[in-house]
């Protein structure tokens, strides 16, 4: 499997091939990406062909598309069965793909569709950067009107915690930014809040954007929606982040998923406004998609404007998120459920 070797061992493979046929084939899996190694150009034919069951660490079980073109998502499956999602989204200006960090998740966030179907495994650092090359690839072969070419924003908001899978999510950023030469300011980690990574990651060499999933401002509410507050209290988290916006002088963002009669009053938004003001964070509110195995609902409309409205007076800044994907549930976890079998029509 290509992508599951390291770039720099390439040649490992390649035993009885010119040295320069490692890099020629480097620059095909990082810099250009195609679906199939027969467009592998500089490459023999015999090579392509042997190469061709190894490409893909993955099967394509689920490709659509939404947002008149504007939305891709697909359902990527692993030999051993993990599912792995990664949805791509172009906008004037970027093209932004969400990856997957794990096959399931363990952290079990309540109206999260991922942790409600438990954890599978961790993703191989090959499995995340292939979500990259493959979506890379698809653009070479079918670009997105109004949308650069490339994949030029990359955010850790797919499947699965990325900070409980460290360092296979690192080695997966050092190849986005080392080998394929990406921006590492494009590449945006999301935590629901594990503290020590968010310090060692503050740690790294690249100046990565951090956005911090809260949902609650105060430590009772947020420990009924995610568990692991009780490991990591909202204080430890907020200090983690400042120290993270201190070490890499990037902007820290917060997410709030917004869920009706939960988290959507008055209260919350004072209390929101509040971290956000400490720790000068833009604030992404997402409305909630609904999920089969709990009975939470998006806020209305004019409750998320209320909502949004109470902050910003209370000095926060803050955007909603717009809903790509609805029809197509692209979603944390959706169209995976979807597959296995629950009743249609929740998206
Ligand atoms: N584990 C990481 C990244 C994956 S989830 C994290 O928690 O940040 C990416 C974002 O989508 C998180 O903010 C998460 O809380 C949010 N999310 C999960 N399920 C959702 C749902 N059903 N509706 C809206 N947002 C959801």
Redesign the pocket.
Known sequence: MLYLTAPEALGDLLAGEPRYRADQLREWLYRRPVLATADMTNLPGRLRDVLAPALWPFGVEVEQSADRGSTRKWLFRAPDGASIEAVLMGYRGRTTLCISSQAG?A?A?T?????QFGFERHLEAGEIFAQVAYANASLRDSPMAGSPERVTNIV???????LANYRRVREAIRRMVEVAGMSARAVTV???GIVPGIRRLAAEPWPVGL???L?AADDDLRSRLVPLNDRYPLADVIAAAADFRAAKGRRVSI?W?LIDGVNDGPDQARKLAAVARELRAHVNV??????PLSSDRPSAEAAVRRFVAAARLEGANVTVRDTRGREIDA????LRLRQAGEPAGVA
């Open positions: 998740c952290m966030c109206f999260c569709a991922t942790g850790f908001m797919g499947m699965g915690e990325p999301s935590t629901v956005a911090v999933s949902h997410e998923t997402i409305p909630l998609n609904p999920t979603a944390c976890g959706q």
